[in-house]
């Protein structure tokens, strides 16, 4: 069965910083392009981050630009997501999921191309 699961997630104070991890079990991530998203309870889910399959390509949106880093080990099976000077705003449950459109070359995607979803780890930056 193919699964993602996403760790690390927790509760931390404003400029903290966290590391996510999003691991695959049951297939290879290495023809996947993985994107972390978020959502906060009453706002839509938005895309986060972004990496290519070979890692070689990443995409971050503006709000986490210069604060949040994605990167992938193939051999472990494992994305992260490191995650400095969170704000508030950061607050949101934490998905990972994979897509395969173009053997995972591409990341500008709309999030129907993403087939696989994890289920989820909540961050908190609160004081």
């Known amino acids: 069965q193919l699964q993602l699961a996403e760790s690390g997630g927790g509760l931390v104070q404003p400029g903290g910083s966290l590391r996510l991890s999003c691991v695959a079990s049951?297939?290879?991530?290495?023809?996947?392009?993985i994107a972390w998203f978020r959502q906060a309870p009453g706002k839509e889910r938005e895309e986060v981050s972004c990496?290519?399959?070979?890692?070689?390509?990443?995409t971050s949106a503006d709000s986490v630009k210069g604060r949040f880093s994605v990167s992938r080990d193939n051999a472990e099976k494992t994305v992260y997501l490191q995650m400095n000077s969170l704000i508030p705003g950061d607050t949101a449950v934490y998905y990972c999921?994979?897509?395969?459109?173009?053997?995972?070359?591409?990341?500008?995607?709309?999030?129907?191309?993403?087939?696989?979803w994890g289920q989820g780890t909540q961050v908190t930056v609160s004081s």
């Open positions: 999921a994979a897509s395969p459109v173009d053997l995972g070359r591409r990341c500008r995607l709309p999030p129907s191309s993403f087939d696989y």
């Open positions: 049951g297939f290879t991530l290495d023809y996947f392009a």
């Open positions: 990496i290519s399959a070979d890692g070689g390509s990443t």
